[in-house]
């Protein structure tokens, strides 16, 4: 029997390669001579990088890099020397995951450290840059990245804007002369699970910004800032790209991406299931467990097993879901070639529970799975 075991990490609990190995643990007990293919995959938040690694050769880089809100953080990120290609992911240098909930502040959080990574990145002859922007901290529609990269960002009186999205609303002089010459050689990727445009009551400002710690009237004010830079932007090149689906995704680090790297736009497990070969991991295999921490219908909207689902749908191969819970709609998904979906949790517990027991908790329900197929 060939088993693909394919889940995205447990937040807060559990990477993507630990609950592979729990899940294999729980199949190896009553399946010993099964041939198990563990490939932890990511939808381009939170543990891509450590997803692809974990499946490609690469290497892990740490750089130290401005973050949020302007000061020093250790950012990891992957290097793929074979292929010129670099793995950036955002949150390690401009994420929620820095900060305390009482530092979050969209006004004047910034993406210069994702900037800074991709700078490091050209000095290590990157061609190709996979940008993954799942749970950023900020809403400067990518200003701090350019920056980085050489952009001026000026106001009336010529001086530097301050950090933040909210600063934008004060630009008056873009100067893009000095942004790397290298940019125009690298194909960028941006790995995001949003269509989000830049602006408007769908956009970053409205849709993101309260959990990144704007009020109501902030809000309002960073999507008119947005709103002014894209317009300078469009005055520059003499493209608008505010309403591209995804210019939004990230605080707005689509649109800077789109607009100015070229950047091509992919669903975050697309990219990841094409680096780990998933497809051909599939091919043959007598079923697919995939999972994530919360499964529900939320899982629609480009999350990991709805992506590694429609690769194994392809090939006829039926999948079964191990969630830390079962949300609503979860049985919508049913459609979209999921075949079965199990919670961990063996009765009620709390969270800080089920996340300190979830390596046994998967073991376990592996183990069951395992002894059903047996019958």
């Excluded at 729980?26 to 974990?54: F, H, N, R, S, W």
């Excluded at 939320?298 to 039926?318: D, F, M, N, S």
């Amino acid at each position: 029997m060939k088993i693909i075991i394919a889940p995205d990490s447990f937040k807060d609990s559990l990477s993507a390669a630990e609950v592979a190995n729990a899940i294999a643990l729980g199949l190896q007990e009553i399946y010993p001579d099964a041939e198990l293919i563990k490939c932890p995959m990511a939808d381009g938040g939170e543990g891509t990088v450590d997803a692809i690694l974990a499946a490609v050769a690469g290497e892990q880089r740490i750089s130290q890099v401005t973050g949020p809100l302007g000061d020093t953080v250790a950012a990891r990120w992957g290097w793929l020397p074979e292929m010129h290609t670099a793995i950036i992911e955002m949150a390690e240098a401009s994420g929620l995951q820095l900060l305390a909930v009482e530092q979050r502040d969209a006004c004047v959080t910034t993406t210069r450290g994702t900037g800074e990574l991709i700078s490091q990145a050209l000095d290590l002859g990157a061609k190709h840059i996979i940008l993954t922007v799942g749970g950023s901290a900020t809403n400067d529609a990518g200003a701090g990245m350019l920056e980085a990269l050489g952009a001026r960002l000026l106001d009336a009186q010529g001086a530097a804007l301050p950090p933040g999205g909210a600063a934008l609303a004060t630009l008056q002089k873009l100067d893009l002369q000095g942004l790397d010459s290298r940019l125009p050689e690298v194909s960028f990727e941006l790995a995001a699970d949003v269509d989000n445009p830049l602006c408007g009551p769908n956009g970053a400002s409205y849709i993101f910004g309260g959990q990144k710690g704007a009020s109501d009237e902030q809000i309002r004010s960073l999507d008119h800032a947005l709103g002014h830079f894209a317009d300078c932007i469009e005055k520059q090149l003499g493209e608008d790209h505010r309403d591209f689906p995804g210019s939004g995704a990230a605080g707005g680090i689509g649109f800077a991406a789109r607009a100015l790297l070229k950047a091509k736009f992919r669903p975050g497990i697309e990219v990841v299931a094409e680096l780990t070969q998933l497809a051909q991991h599939v091919a043959g295999a007598d079923l697919v467990i995939t999972g994530e921490g919360r499964f529900d219908a939320q899982t629609l909207h480009g999350k990991t097993p709805l992506g590694v689902a429609r690769i194994a749908r392809q090939q006829q191969v039926p999948v079964i879901v191990l969630a830390g819970t079962l949300g609503a709609g979860y049985a919508d998904i049913y459609a979209q070639g999921i075949d079965a979906a199990f919670s961990i949790t063996s009765g009620p517990m709390s969270l800080a529970d089920a996340c300190s027991q979830a390596p046994q908790l998967l073991r376990e329900r592996a183990r069951d799975i395992a002894r059903v197929l047996k019958l």
